[in-house]
């Protein structure tokens, strides 16, 4: 997600470095090590941008990111600091870390509606994205289609409230990709895995899949959301279910009508392209700053 950030802004004429504050390594992995290694990999960003000093620090998601480390960029630089926060920040980042910032984005409204409640001002209302050069529909060869292919398929990782729903739904011709789901205790359900998480140039299961399945022509059926409709069409860009027996009956009618879930995936993809590509998140973000600042 750094990277498409920094491409992105690469594309749009800004000077841009990057600086991977998570490390997949043992130091990072382990409880014992994990703290210290971290400061000082901290203590690495800090003396790399005050030997850059960039106008604006922007940050994704940065959890290991502690509020002194954002206080003493802003007040040693005097520069912008900025997080784009990909999941539930009410559940994942600690409030002083969000008020450290001068401006948070989360495409959670509720969370944002919460931390405005709280009495923050730099909290701002920022949905996730596709990238059209990643997300597109693709021409399968023999084997991609002996791999991939399926009538249905479910897309994300396995946890209980989602392996009752895919256990309701095991008589349909259903794929299950994501992780942990040939732990399922359940045969039924084991016999649906189609494989772990799709990474490359495929569909990747994570929250931005909404995204990146409307950009690759995807026909999605999707849990309601209030949010949803403000994003994409119901009926007409996207199929949305309040409940088992209406997602039953939406799987049903489309399955057996082929051509109007791919008229949806055409218009999802026209919809993703006109209005929810990375450009279009960060000028929205990139308008924000100038307009506070």
């Not at 849990?223 to 939406?250: I, Q």
């Amino acid at each position: 997600m750094g990277m498409d950030f920094a491409d992105e802004l690469t594309a749009l004429g800004h000077e841009v470095r990057t600086f991977a504050y998570r490390r997949e390594n043992a130091l990072y992995k382990n409880k014992p090590t994990k703290a210290l290694y971290t400061r000082v990999l901290l203590g690495r960003l800090q003396r790399v941008a005050e030997e850059w000093r960039p106008a604006v620090v922007l940050v994704i998601k940065g959890g290991p990111i502690k509020p002194d480390i954002v206080h003493r960029l802003r007040g040693a630089l005097d520069v912008v600091v900025v997080n784009f926060f990909p999941d539930n920040p009410l559940w994942m980042i600690p409030f002083e870390c969000i008020e450290a910032y001068d401006f948070f984005f989360t495409k959670e409204r509720y969370a944002l509606r919460m931390l405005q409640q709280a009495g923050l001002t730099n909290v701002h209302y920022v949905p996730m994205y596709c990238v059209p050069g990643e997300h597109h529909p693709v021409a399968l060869t023999d084997d991609d289609r002996r791999r991939y292919e399926s009538r249905l398929s479910f897309v994300g990782s396995r946890y209980p409230y989602r392996e009752r729903f895919v256990r309701s739904l095991s008589a349909y011709p259903l794929r299950l990709w994501g992780g942990g789901w040939v732990r399922s205790r359940d045969p039924d359900v084991r016999k649906l895995v189609a494989g772990p998480a799709v990474f490359g140039r495929d569909i990747v299961g994570v929250n931005t899949r909404t995204f990146e399945l409307a950009a690759a022509a995807a026909c999605q059926v999707v849990d309601f959301k209030d949010d949803l409709a403000t994003l994409f069409k119901p009926g007409d860009e996207v199929v949305a279910y309040r409940d088992l027996g209406e997602c039953r009956r939406v799987l049903d009618h489309y399955l057996a009508h082929p051509d109007e879930a791919r008229a949806i995936g055409e218009n999802a993809r026209r919809r993703a392209l006109a209005e929810h590509t990375l450009r279009h998140r960060l000028e929205e973000m990139i308008g924000t700053i100038e307009r506070r600042l």
